[in-house]
């Protein structure tokens, strides 16, 4: 894998998707997988401050940008999901 290589992400309801280098993509659906995975399930709330808080001194770019854009893709490619009626909104991963 380059260095460069971008990734085009999807979202949920169909809009227009951002180019990003996979290098971050990863590194942000790797601890947003985790995470989840740890807790079973998260707010989006404490989702985006855990991230802020382990992650800013460690990755080069906006950390809640790149968490908001990755979640979005998440949920696209049905990894993750926001589990209906919860407010505030909750995330799990999707078992298909």
Same mark, same amino acid.
């Given at each position: 894998?380059? /260095?460069?290589?971008?990734?085009? @992400?999807?979202?949920?309801? *169909? &809009?227009?998707?951002?180019? %990003?280098?996979?290098?971050?993509? !990863?590194?942000?659906?790797?601890?947003?997988?985790?995470?989840?995975?740890?807790?079973?399930?998260?707010?989006?709330?404490?989702?985006?401050? /855990?991230?802020?808080?382990?992650? @800013?001194?460690?990755?080069? *770019? &906006?950390?809640?940008?790149? %968490?908001?854009?990755?979640?979005? !893709?998440?949920?696209?490619?049905?990894?993750?999901?926001?589990?209906?009626?919860?407010?505030?909104?909750?995330?799990?991963?999707?078992?298909?």
């Amino acid at each position: 894998m380059s /260095k460069n290589e971008k990734i085009m @992400t999807l979202h949920p309801e *169909g &809009k227009a998707g951002v180019n %990003i280098l996979k290098r971050r993509y !990863d590194f942000i659906k790797d601890f947003i997988v985790n995470t989840i995975a740890e807790y079973g399930t998260i707010t989006f709330e404490s989702l985006g401050d /855990k991230a802020v808080e382990e992650l @800013t001194d460690k990755f080069d *770019g &906006k950390v809640l940008w790149y %968490i908001v854009t990755v979640k979005l !893709d998440l949920e696209a490619r049905g990894i993750i999901e926001r589990i209906p009626k919860t407010s505030p909104h909750q995330l799990r991963i999707k078992i298909n």
